[in-house]
């Protein structure tokens, strides 16, 4: 809301500014409609003040030309830096106003144009009194969402003219989508073994075969160690997303491997699958990053992790190490299944899986790759996938370097 009002205030002063150069139009129509807005946007009183001010600047006949232009200068930049577009015509329907965020919409071809025609509705309906809020969806790529807000400018009945605010609420509706599956996608994988513990519980404490009561219990165990593991990895993706810098310090990358495959040797043997280093690393002389060695341990465990569990047995995951002045790069490549081109974007989300069925039963949380890819960002780095179904994955996690290195 307050976004919106700031803009509206920045319009009026852009408006201000477009009359003192055009001395035909009515210097007090504006101080008006900037009256207008004070009384019912109290926040921008200031603004309103600021805008009587220089009112009574431009009319002195004694004002300095070269004070004036600066003046300007100093609105035009202050409106070229917001985010929105901003559009503002008179009374009449002539457009006396465009900033240089809503100026790409008018000589924009395919997908933004319809943004343009938006823009022309929302004025016509804002200049005849009626305010619009209107979503424009651009598919892309990427794909984008705009808002077009029209308001009408009407002092004591008096229409003064209209604006049209662009906002690009993509990463607002993006980020809103997320928090909303997020609680969805945790409630369900919670309930589940939740549900199935009730179950199983139940049928134990009625169960006279000593042979189903053991296999009940097994069932048990394996659900709620399927539980501690979720619960597990929530808290480690909330310590991770809080985590400080505080704690960072050179750390060898020779290190970091070390105690990641041991942590997964046992996963590992159980499948038969073999995890190799492929790029010899001197523990003393190797590459070093800055920063937290166990989330480093925990996105590189993670990693392998993934890899064994989409694996088939007997195969074979590779991890390679590359470094280069300013980045250090360790590539884990398996054999295993793939992942289909459509969810390769979405596999770093928390709990996207891109077969369920398979994840369950391999014991998956849904929250390992998105582990990766918050310990990349917290570190300044970045995890990319590139995968062919029945071929095998290859992901790299990229760092920065130690510069004291």
């Known amino acids: 809301m307050w976004a919106l009002v700031a803009v509206l205030a920045l319009a009026v002063l852009g408006l201000v500014a477009y009359l003192i150069v055009d001395r035909r139009r009515n210097l007090a129509a504006v101080k008006r409609l900037a009256a207008h807005l004070g009384r019912d946007h109290t926040p921008i009183a200031s603004v309103v003040d600021g805008a009587d001010s220089l009112i009574s600047f431009t009319s002195r006949s004694q004002a300095d030309s070269d004070e004036q232009e600066s003046l300007l200068s100093q609105l035009a930049a202050a409106l070229s830096a917001i985010d929105q577009g901003t559009v503002i015509c008179d009374r009449d329907g002539i457009e006396i106003y465009r900033d240089d965020t809503a100026a790409q919409f008018a000589s924009a071809r395919h997908g933004d144009a319809l943004v343009e025609s938006s823009i022309a509705a929302a004025l016509e309906r804002a200049r005849r009194g009626n305010s619009i809020d209107e979503e424009v969806e651009l598919f892309g790529p990427p794909r984008r969402v705009l808002m077009v807000r029209g308001r009408p400018l009407v002092e004591s009945a008096e229409l003064i003219g209209a604006i049209v605010i662009v906002e690009d609420v993509s990463e607002a509706i993006r980020v809103t989508e997320m928090r909303r599956d997020f609680i969805a996608n945790v409630s369900h994988e919670l309930k589940t073994p939740v549900g199935a513990l009730s179950l199983l519980a139940e049928t134990a404490?009625?169960?006279?075969?000593?042979?189903?009561?053991?296999?009940?219990?097994?069932?048990?165990?394996?659900?709620?160690?399927?539980?501690?593991?979720?619960?597990?990895?929530?808290?480690?993706?909330?310590?991770?997303?809080?985590?400080?810098?505080?704690?960072?310090?050179?750390?060898?990358?020779?290190?970091?491997?070390?105690?990641?495959?041991?942590?997964?040797?046992?996963?590992?043997?159980?499948?038969?699958?073999?995890?190799?280093?492929?790029?010899?690393?001197?523990?003393?002389?190797?590459?070093?990053?800055?920063?937290?060695?166990?989330?480093?341990?925990?996105?590189?465990?993670?990693?392998?992790?993934?890899?064994?569990?989409?694996?088939?047995?007997?195969?074979?995951?590779?991890?390679?190490?590359?470094?280069?002045?300013?980045?250090?790069?360790?590539?884990?490549?398996?054999?295993?299944?793939?992942?289909?081109?459509?969810?390769?974007?979405?596999?770093?989300?928390?709990?996207?899986?891109?077969?369920?069925?398979?994840?369950?039963?391999?014991?998956?949380?849904?929250?390992?790759?998105?582990?990766?890819?918050?310990?990349?960002?917290?570190?300044?780095?970045?995890?990319?996938?590139?995968?062919?179904?029945?071929?095998?994955?290859?992901?790299?996690?990229?760092?920065?370097?130690?510069?004291?290195q």
Not at 260 to 265: F, K, L, M, Q, T
Not at 275 to 297: A, K, Y
Not at 314 to 330: A, K, N, P
Not at 338 to 351: C, K, S, T
């Open 205 to 404: 404490s009625d169960e006279p075969d000593p042979e189903v009561l053991r296999s009940l219990n097994e069932r048990m165990h394996r659900e709620s160690f399927r539980l501690g593991n979720i619960i597990d990895d929530l808290l480690d993706l909330s310590r991770i997303e809080r985590d400080s810098s505080d704690k960072y310090r050179s750390v060898a990358v020779a290190d970091v491997l070390a105690e990641s495959i041991s942590a997964v040797s046992t996963l590992a043997a159980e499948r038969d699958i073999a995890v190799v280093c492929s790029t010899p690393i001197d523990p003393d002389d190797g590459p070093r990053v800055f920063g937290d060695q166990s989330q480093l341990t925990s996105a590189l465990q993670n990693l392998l992790e993934n890899s064994i569990k989409y694996s088939d047995d007997g195969s074979s995951i590779d991890i390679r190490v590359g470094s280069s002045d300013q980045e250090v790069t360790i590539v884990v490549e398996d054999h295993g299944l793939g992942i289909p081109q459509a969810d390769q974007q979405r596999i770093f989300e928390r709990f996207y899986r891109v077969d369920r069925g398979r994840s369950r039963a391999s014991g998956g949380t849904g929250l390992g790759l998105s582990i990766v890819r918050n310990v990349a960002q917290n570190h300044g780095g970045s995890v990319d996938v590139m995968s062919r179904e029945g071929e095998g994955s290859t992901f790299t996690l990229s760092l920065p370097r130690d510069a004291s």
